[in-house]
């Protein structure tokens, strides 16, 4: 692990670790006293707090579109003469192959 750069400006510690761009700022997950920091492990600090919070929104908004979506299409499926009055429906579905006495064969494969 390479090593991190302490730099006191304005009385405000920045951490500095160098890449292959240059130095960056880090947000290290010990705090001073050795104490764990959760806010710093999670989020990295509040740059990527904000990156996630938009990311998991535009996650959250696509999934509740797409939800939205296929409920109408199953309420289409399920009921289409709400949908389009013109169509023809019948109120007694057709479940058996006889037709006023005459037998019916459909065939739906070709």
């Keep these: 692990m390479e090593k991190i ?5 304005d009385e405000d510690i920045i951490n500095l670790k160098k890449d292959f761009l240059g130095y960056r700022i ?3 997950i010990r705090n001073d006293d050795g104490t764990f920091n959760t806010f710093n492990f ?7 707090l904000i990156t996630l ?10 999934l509740y579109g797409f ?6 299409c199953r309420d289409l499926a399920e009921n289409p003469c709400d949908y389009f ?4 429906c019948q109120e007694n579905q057709f ?4 037709y006023n006495g005459i037998e019916i064969e459909i065939d739906l494969a070709r």
């Design 85 to 88: 009055p013109d169509l023809y």
């Design 95 to 98: 479940d058996s192959g006889f």
């Design 67 to 72: 939800m939205q979506v296929t409920d109408s």
């Design 5 to 9: 750069r302490r730099i006191i400006v």
């Design 42 to 48: 999670i989020t990295g600090g509040w740059r990527n």
């Design 53 to 62: 919070i938009i990311i998991l929104t535009i996650i959250g908004v696509a």
């Design 26 to 28: 880090v947000h290290p």
